[in-house]
């Protein structure tokens, strides 16, 4: 594997790795455990990175070594009370893939919308999520009242959830 094939996966890797821990923590409900298996998953994923067809999506492939790996956490406790069955995680882990396939669209419908706003209210809202200010500060730094912050923020939100809706509805993602 040449090193910029090496550097999409692992980009394509960063972006899934959360939902991959949501996956696994879906299946798993002890948290060390969780996190055992997500470290497991992730070195997995890195040692047969020349299996993964760059073409598809990461997430179910990913979730793909996640269950497997699952599985057998599960077979290994067969000892202890308490054991979901197969079926349940097989269950749960479809209905977590299909939740971060929507989580992915709407993401990608909001990166879509969000360009479609004018540019003041696109600064605002890039510069309201991702500003380390109180309120106050952000509010007087944009010249704005607090109050109008507010409104113009939730202006915008609904816009930008009518919008996502709409694209999604209209099957528009690019």
């Not at 692992?10 to 996190?35: K, M, W």
């Not at 269950?91 to 004018?118: F, H, S, T, W, Y």
């Not at 999520?129 to 500060?137: A, C, G, L, M």
């Not at 009518?162 to 993602?173: D, F, H």
């Amino acid at each position: 594997m040449t090193s910029s094939r090496d550097d999409q996966f692992i980009e394509r890797y960063v972006e899934c790795q959360s939902g991959l821990y949501r996956f696994i923590a879906t299946l798993v409900p002890n948290r060390a455990d969780a996190e055992e298996l997500f470290q497991e998953a992730s070195l997995t994923a890195w040692k047969i990175r020349d299996r993964f067809d760059c073409q598809r999506e990461m997430s179910p492939w990913l979730c793909g070594i996640a269950r497997n790996l699952v599985a057998a956490h599960y077979r290994k406790q067969k000892s202890l009370a308490l054991t979901l069955d197969p079926d349940v995680v097989e269950r749960l882990g479809q209905q977590q893939m299909e939740e971060d396939a929507v989580l992915r669209e709407r993401a990608r419908a909001l990166n879509q919308c969000l360009e479609k706003l004018p540019d003041r209210q696109r600064d605002l809202v890039r510069h309201y999520y991702h500003s380390d200010q109180t309120i106050q500060s952000f509010s007087q730094a944009q010249g704005l009242s607090v109050e109008a912050v507010y409104k113009t923020m939730q202006r915008v939100r609904m816009a930008l959830f009518e919008c996502i809706n709409q694209t999604l509805k209209r099957g528009e993602l690019a």
